[in-house]
T-cell receptor, first 112, second 116 residues
Framework: DAKTTQPNSMESNEEEPVHLPCNHS???????IHWYRQLPSQGPEYVIH???SNVNNRMASLAIAEDRKSSTLILHRATLRDAAVYYC?????????????FGKGTLLTVNP | GAVVSQHPSWVICKSGTSVKIECRSL??????MFWYRQFPKQSLMLMAT?????????EQGVEKDKFLINHASLTLSTLTVTSAHPEDSSFYIC????????????FGPGTRLTVT
């Protein structure tokens, strides 16, 4: 599985933007970049995903580097409910192995 | 709304007994179901992949005779922890494979198992 690297933890203040980085230098052409988050004692929740172009949805934005070797999840205005572990995962769509392999993720703390 | 349900949400059992966890895909038919477990302060670890109508594929180090997986239908998969021991205490999460793998993956809310 292609590997991703994320900071162990980040801190933000409420109502400020948060930029969560992810490095994936070994990404292949058929790998999608997925982001999930997990609140305490809950299953992971889908946040956003993309292939090459930047993506926006109601939860966040995903900025993908031109060479696709890194990406950044952007929370435009952090709230206390955004405090969670954020996982950046590569998922290959070209073969038959569709499983999602979770790394350690980034623990986001949001200060009031 | 929720597209994946798990039952029970938490369970306490005695050592040596078996526990069954159900996972239902509510919005779509899932030919494949992933089962994960998560120990405290750790990340999710994939245990096995079940396919409707065939045997599950287990990840290295996961005992297939201890963690029995049944993919009974396209909307129901079960994980049975047999002869549970305290070290099996964990958070178990299921995740049905979406119809299009390019799409997002959904996860169940998890089942907290405590073995005493």
């Amino acid at each position: 599985d292609a590997k991703t690297t994320q900071p162990n933890s980040m801190e933000s203040n409420e109502e400020e933007p948060v930029h969560l980085p992810c490095n994936h230098s070994t990404i292949s052409g058929t790998d999608y970049i997925h982001w999930y988050r997990q609140l305490p004692s809950q299953g992971p929740e889908y946040v956003i995903h993309g292939l090459t172009s930047n993506v926006n949805n109601r939860m966040a934005s995903l900025a993908i580097a031109e060479d696709r070797k890194s990406s950044t999840l952007i929370l435009h205005r952090a709230t206390l409910r955004d405090a969670a572990v954020y996982y950046c995962i590569l998922r290959n769509s070209g073969g038959s192995n569709y499983k999602l392999t979770f790394g350690k993720g980034t623990l986001l703390t949001v200060n009031p | 709304g929720a597209v994946v349900s798990q039952h029970p949400s938490w369970v306490i059992c005695k050592s040596g007994t078996s526990v069954k966890i159900e996972c239902r895909s509510l919005d779509f038919q899932a030919t494949t179901m992933f089962w994960y477990r998560q120990f405290p302060k750790q990340s999710l670890m994939l245990m096995a992949t079940s396919n409707e109508g065939s045997k599950a594929t287990y990840e290295q180090g996961v005992e297939k005779d201890k963690f029995l997986i049944n993919h009974a239908s396209l909307t129901l998969s079960t994980l049975t922890v047999t002869s549970a021991h305290p070290e099996d205490s964990s958070f178990y999460i299921c995740s049905p494979l979406a119809p299009r793998v390019e799409n997002e993956q959904y996860f169940g809310p998890g089942t907290r198992l405590t073995v005493t």
